[in-house]
Each structure stands twice: as structure tokens, then as C-alpha cells.
């Protein structure tokens, strides 16, 4: 059975190039607010709390976490990503790592709060589930997860009918 993430490679591959590159996502995508759903989590994440974003892209909720005094871990595959999120939280408490999701190991009970917006339906099913028994550990007892999927009511749905 093929899955979600193979599926969606093969879709992207062809209609692609009618969107953007990626570095075009990223200029795009670099100036937009905070997601409301991290927006709505911010109330309930503890001062000074070790954040983990898997799938920065262009560091906007790294940069607002980062300003409101939490330490945040970031994890992106793209260069181009660590590279725009190391630019634009210079002398903030952000550490980057140029990785794919599956292969960055979480310690055990060491975030507070995990952050994936929609950077998790990219990963094979294999790794998707590995991720989120990953996640699942690497949270500290009190501590939440935050995260976004792909949606049949989402934005790019509707763009490309």
C-alpha cells in the first residue's frame, strides 16, 4: 500500500512547478504571523520553557518563542531554512539543526513543548509513526505537543481544486 508521503511526492513532482520553489515559499512565507494555533498554546507554555520545532521552515513561531524568552531547538532538512532562521534569531537562544525529522534523535523527556506544523506528512509512514513515538518521549511530564496536519478544508486545497 502506498502511503500518505509517497503520494504526495509523486502529486508535488508534477504540479510543482506551476507553484514556487522553495526559497520562493520561504520569502513568501517569511513575514506572516504567528499560526494561531501556536498563538492559542502560548498561554499555556511555561517562562523560559526548551522548545523543539520540527519543520521551521522560515522561522516565524522560532523567532516568536525565541523573543518571549524560551530556548528553541529547530530542525529542518532544508539549508535554506537554517540559514533564514539562524539570520533572523541571531543573539536569540535558538539552536538549529540541518536534518531530516527521522533522523534527529529526541532525548528522552527533554521538551516542553514539541512543535510540528505540517512539516509531519512529508515523512514516509515508517518514520511518521517512529516520529510521534519519538515525540511522545522526548516530551517532559506536564509538557504538550503542538502540531498540524493536512487538511481536505486547507488553503492549498482550495487553489488547486
Not at 517569511?30 to 499555556?44: M, S
Not at 517562562?47 to 516568536?64: F, I, K, M, N, Q
Amino acid at each position: 500500500m502506498i502511503g500518505f508521503a509517497e503520494l504526495w511526492g509523486q502529486w508535488y513532482a508534477t504540479v510543482a512547478p506551476i507553484f514556487m520553489t522553495y526559497q520562493q515559499y520561504l520569502e513568501k512565507t517569511k513575514q506572516r504571523l504567528i499560526a494561531p494555533l501556536v498563538q492559542k498554546a502560548l498561554p499555556f507554555i511555561p517562562p523560559h520553557s526548551l522548545v523543539l520545532d520540527l519543520g521551521c521552515g522560515a522561522g516565524v513561531e522560532t523567532e516568536a518563542l525565541a523573543r518571549l524568552g524560551h530556548r528553541v531547538v529547530v530542525v529542518d532538512k532544508e539549508q535554506a531554512s537554517i540559514e533564514l532562521v539562524r539570520k533572523r534569531c541571531q543573539g536569540l537562544p535558538v539552536t538549529c539543526y540541518q536534518t531530516r525529522i527521522e533522523n534527529f534523535d529526541i532525548p528522552e523527556k527533554s521538551f516542553d513543548v514539541i512543535i510540528a506544523l505540517q512539516s509531519l506528512p512529508f515523512l514516509n509512514e515508517k518514520n511518521f509513526f517512529r516520529a510521534i513515538r519519538s515525540v511522545e518521549s522526548g516530551i517532559k511530564l506536564g509538557g504538550f505537543m503542538v502540531m498540524r496536519l493536512f487538511g481536505v478544508n486547507d488553503d492549498w486545497v482550495k487553489k488547486i481544486g
